[in-house]
């Protein structure tokens, strides 16, 4: 089975909507200034906003948000979001790697930014509609 | 200095239960581009068989990164030096899906420390259930704390 890959838009807009929704105010997420300050290029995203997103393509795939048994992932490689209104896109995409002791399916997932894979590792085990 | 392996399996004590407000769900779905009615719409949800507007996958990291950050990264013994973590892995094993009106306790335990090339890898594990005991999510978080300059 395949799944028609799933494109995010991912503008700073967003960051600083996420940091209020979870919680997670980590000056790394919305303040170019301390970004730099601690090595990084940028701003970049809420590693959780983009197993967020990933969690949107999943549960859109499986059909229902009760449907994923099992989402990981790791955290591989930052996504820089720029200060313009485009941003940077996230881009989702799965294949099927077979069924579990129960019945479930098992799913590779896939996240990049820039064509670079911002997240290893990542699988989701999905009930059967 | 790496961080103390007698920490392995210790669990703090139960949270004070998370109140899941309808508004908190339909903030966080809205947060994260999720605009699918079961998340927003209480009566989309109950159509869909859910008690109320249910949770998207990701919305237990707002109580469990919370209560472990308090009771375990700033735990003065243990020494974790938060300027220097990152978050390395990220995993949830569902039971049942969270609705609004849910109370749910976290139990926090450290799982796991392993030191590798002067980083330090600390897993930690909220067990997450309603206060009369039934099992909701198990959350694991991989923090790594990278070592000093």
């Not at chain 1, 090595?39 to 590693?47: E, F, N, S």
């Not at chain 2, 919305?59 to 308090?70: G, L, R, V």
């Not at chain 2, 392993?114 to 923090?143: C, I, N, Q, Y």
Request: aromatic share 8%; hydrophobic share 40%; with cysteine.
């Amino acid at each position: 089975m395949a799944f028609e890959p799933q494109t995010f838009r991912v503008t700073r807009a967003d960051l600083v909507r996420y940091a209020g929704a979870s919680g997670d105010f980590n000056p790394i997420h919305w303040s170019e200034r301390f970004a730099n300050s601690v090595g990084l290029p940028g701003v970049i995203a809420h590693g959780m906003f983009t197993m967020a997103l990933v969690g949107r393509a999943v549960t859109a795939w499986a059909g229902a948000a009760d449907a994923v048994v099992e989402f990981g992932v790791r955290f591989s490689r930052p996504v820089p979001v720029p200060d313009t209104d485009e941003g940077t896109e996230v881009v989702v995409s799965a294949t099927v790697k077979g069924e579990t002791e129960d019945g479930h399916t098992r799913l590779a997932l896939t996240a990049t930014c820039q064509g670079e894979k911002v997240l290893s590792m990542a699988q989701a085990v999905v009930r059967k509609r | 200095m790496p961080l103390d392996q007698s920490y392995v399996g210790r669990s703090y004590p139960p949270t004070e239960p998370y109140q899941v407000g309808r508004e908190k769900i339909r903030e966080f779905a809205r947060a994260i581009g999720a605009t699918d009615p079961e998340y927003l719409d209480p009566e989309a949800a109950r159509a869909l068989g859910y008690a109320d507007v249910v949770a998207p996958p990701t919305f237990p990291i707002i109580f469990t990164m919370a209560s472990s950050h308090q009771q375990i990264v700033e735990d003065p013994e243990l020494g974790i030096d938060y300027s220097r973590v990152v978050h390395g892995d990220q995993r949830f094993a569902y039971r049942r899906p969270i609705v609004a009106g849910d109370a749910l306790v976290c139990v926090n335990t450290v799982e796991e420390i392993t030191s590798r090339s002067g980083h330090d890898f600390m897993t930690t594990r909220s067990d997450v259930s309603t206060e009369a005991g039934e099992p909701v999510v198990t959350v694991w978080a991989k923090l790594v704390q990278r070592g000093e300059e």
